[in-house]
C-alpha cells in the first residue's frame, strides 16, 4: 500500500499499485488533464509510471522547466513521425532536446525542400489533433536492435549502442513508432495535454 507524499507535505494513499496519472486524477481533474509527467524521488518519469512503495511525488505541468522539456522531446518524435509517414525511405537517427528547442536528424535520398517542411508541418498538426495513445514498452539492447532492423531500420537507436551500458535497455511506443532511452518521458500528441497510460 503506496504512501505518496506531495510536494505541500500532504500525504495520500493507496490500496495497490497506482500510475502517476491516477494520482494526478486522485487530486483533481483539472491536474489530471495538465499532467506531463511526474517527479518521483526526484526522478523524471512519464504518467503512466507505477507507484508500488513510498514515495514522493511531484506532477510536472507545462508551468516548469521539466514540463517544457518533456513537450519538446514529444514534439521531436512528433516530427520523426511526420516525416516518416510522408518519406517513408528517410531514415530516422537522432533527436534530442537542445536549450532553445529541439532537432531530428534524418538520412534521406535528397535535402528537405521549403514545400517538404510545410507538408511535414501540416502532418504534425494532424497527428496532435488524433492524439494517439501512447504505450510505453521496455526491452533489452538486442531484442531492441532486431526489432528496428525488422523495421528496416539501418541506424542504430542511440539507447542500444555498445558504448552506453547504463542503458541497456528500450522503450518504444507502440502505436507512433516513437524511440525513447529507457530514461526518457515521451507523451502522445505536441499539444501536449496530457499523458496515456
Given at each position: ?178 524511440t525513447c532511452a529507457a530514461d526518457r518521458t515521451c ?11
Amino acid at each position: 500500500m503506496p504512501v505518496i507524499t506531495l510536494p505541500d507535505g500532504s500525504q495520500r494513499s493507496f490500496e495497490r499499485a497506482v500510475s502517476v496519472a491516477e494520482v494526478a486524477q486522485s487530486i483533481g481533474a483539472g491536474l489530471a488533464r495538465a499532467a506531463l509527467a511526474g517527479r518521483v524521488d526526484g526522478k523524471l518519469v512519464d504518467t503512466s509510471f507505477l507507484i508500488d512503495h513510498d514515495v514522493k511525488l511531484a506532477i510536472v505541468t507545462d508551468r516548469e522547466p521539466d514540463g517544457l522539456e518533456v513537450i519538446r522531446h514529444s514534439t521531436a518524435h512528433l516530427l520523426a513521425q511526420a516525416v516518416k509517414q510522408l518519406f517513408p525511405d528517410a531514415q530516422v537517427t537522432i533527436g534530442p532536446v537542445i536549450e532553445d528547442g529541439f532537432f531530428y536528424d534524418f538520412a534521406f535520398a535528397r535535402p528537405f525542400t521549403p514545400e517538404d517542411l510545410a507538408a511535414i508541418e501540416t502532418r504534425m498538426k494532424e497527428l496532435a489533433r488524433a492524439d494517439q495513445p501512447v504505450h510505453r514498452r521496455l526491452m533489452p539492447r538486442d531484442e531492441a536492435v532486431a526489432y528496428f532492423k525488422g523495421l528496416g531500420k539501418t541506424t542504430r537507436p542511440r539507447s542500444s549502442r555498445p558504448s552506453r551500458p547504463q542503458s541497456p535497455s528500450v522503450s518504444t511506443a507502440r502505436a507512433t513508432g516513437w524511440t525513447c532511452a529507457a530514461d526518457r518521458t515521451c507523451l502522445p500528441r505536441a499539444s501536449c495535454a496530457r499523458s496515456s497510460s
